[in-house]
């Protein structure tokens, strides 16, 4: 059974281009406004939202808003808005990942089988709450993190950032995001202060920390753990 994708997009040449694109792998639905969107998006259970910020009736942030509210299901945003505090916006508010038109074809394919992978947890995270992929390996009974079988010797943050990224796998996470979620709201870390740990994570989990494979930057908005 083909996975569900619903395209969300008022240009209808858009819209189109989207749909032929994807229709020979997906189920697709189409909606050219927030309100038929957000009518299919329940009617429908779809597998993944791709979601035009720049609709006619209600701006795409919030759809986001409302899709949250209802569902966990993937939201990729694929919109003209390039500035990052839209990106950073979208994201903190749920959406799993952001595209700036003029999109790459392979791009936006690559982008929704990874939104599906996350969306189906059972794919990395068994019933003993494990998350494997590849050569890691995290026991979040134990706090625990391994690299080709061998327990990495990480701090309590260290940890907290690898397991907040790991079950958010394939999702950019915002700096902002990570920082209110480790060290709660009202916390004094700083964006630098959290690269810090990011150089210090990737030492220990990195073949090569300078070219990294896992945990991957989207650079001035956040980090994400690399499922692709």
Do not use: C
Not at 58 to 72: C, F, N, W
Not at 192 to 205: C, E, T
């Amino acid at each position: 059974m083909k996975n569900s994708i619903l395209i969300i997009e008022d240009d209808i040449k858009i819209n189109n281009l989207i749909m032929n694109l994807l229709k020979e792998e997906y189920t697709i639905y189409q909606a050219f406004n927030a309100k038929d969107g957000l009518s299919l998006v329940y009617a429908n259970n779809v597998d993944v939202i791709i979601l035009d910020l720049g609709l006619p009736d209600i701006d795409g942030i919030e759809v986001i808003k409302d899709v949250r509210r209802h569902t966990t299901k993937p939201v990729v945003v694929v919109s003209a808005r390039s500035f990052e505090s839209d990106i950073v916006t979208a994201l903190d508010l749920g959406a799993d990942d952001y595209l700036v038109k003029p999109f790459r074809d392979n791009e936006l394919k690559s982008r929704i089988k990874t939104a599906i992978r996350h969306s189906i947890s059972n794919n990395i995270l068994d019933a003993d709450m494990i998350f494997k992929y590849r050569n890691i390996r995290i026991n979040f009974n134990t706090a625990s993190v391994y690299v080709n079988n061998n327990l990495v010797n990480v701090t309590t943050n260290e940890y907290k950032i690898i397991a907040l990224l790991a079950k958010n796998a394939g999702r950019v996470l915002t700096y902002d995001y990570i920082i209110r979620t480790i060290w709660g709201p009202y916390a004094n870390e700083s964006t630098s202060s959290l690269r810090v740990h990011m150089a210090n994570i990737r030492r220990k989990i990195e073949i090569n920390p300078a070219d990294p494979k896992f945990i991957v930057t989207s650079i001035g908005i956040g980090y994400r753990f690399n499922i692709d």
